[in-house]
């Protein structure tokens, strides 16, 4: 393992949708950088192999259940979190999330509170959950994972565009609200990543979004992690309430 940070040693964070993808590598690098990350997912048999593998490299890990659309999952995952670390958290990464590519004509209103559960009120959820005791402390960091679909739209992700909109929105009405405690939130939207999710993308699909990308590429999700990162580090000290993409240049706006 990577000598630690000092700037985030000692410090506590949690991830949801840990065990893979994003949120595993996000797992990796703050396990990296010195915290005691606590992995949280509903894939037990992924996420313990998750955390047992940065344990492994010498970091401080550990797996926790959870369900991001059940309120007792997030409210004994919080409870069980803080035990574990020994004390309140430092840093909470909201990762979770789910979409499927399909005409918005063809989705059910099954699909669209699944997307929305998922994506949208499960950050909402998990920030309220972290969030009273970061007030008490005057201090802490929030980082959603949105995704540039929510900037732009995306062709056959309008739900799911429309959720992670939401998350953006939060983030920044939150940003607002709890800047006064010392309590940053910010939004990383990456673009198409080669992850677990996107395997199941059929390949013209996935050809098609490396050629639109200037960089002709998928992101990797370790540099969806370096921004995630970035936010939570104190290179990130007066920035709260910013939207940061990492598309590879898919996406260039305002």
Known sequence: MDKPLSSLSGQIAIV???ASGIGRATAAAFAAAGTHVLL???AEAAGEAAAAEL???GGRADFIRLDVTDADSIARFRDAATQ???AAVDIVVNVAGWGRVEPFVQNTPEFWRKVVDLNLMAPIA???AFLDPMIERGSGRIVNVASDAGRVGSLGETVYAGAKGGVIA???SLAREVARYNISANCVCPGPTDTPLMAAVPDKIKDAFSRVTPMRRLAKPEEIADAILFFAGPQANFVTGQVLSVSGGLTMVG
């Open 16 to 18: 949801t949708g840990a």
């Open 40 to 42: 949280g997912d509903i």
């Open 55 to 57: 344990r492994a490299a």
């Open 84 to 86: 574990r670390a020994g």
């Open 126 to 128: 998990i920030c309220r």
């Open 170 to 172: 939060f983030t920044k």
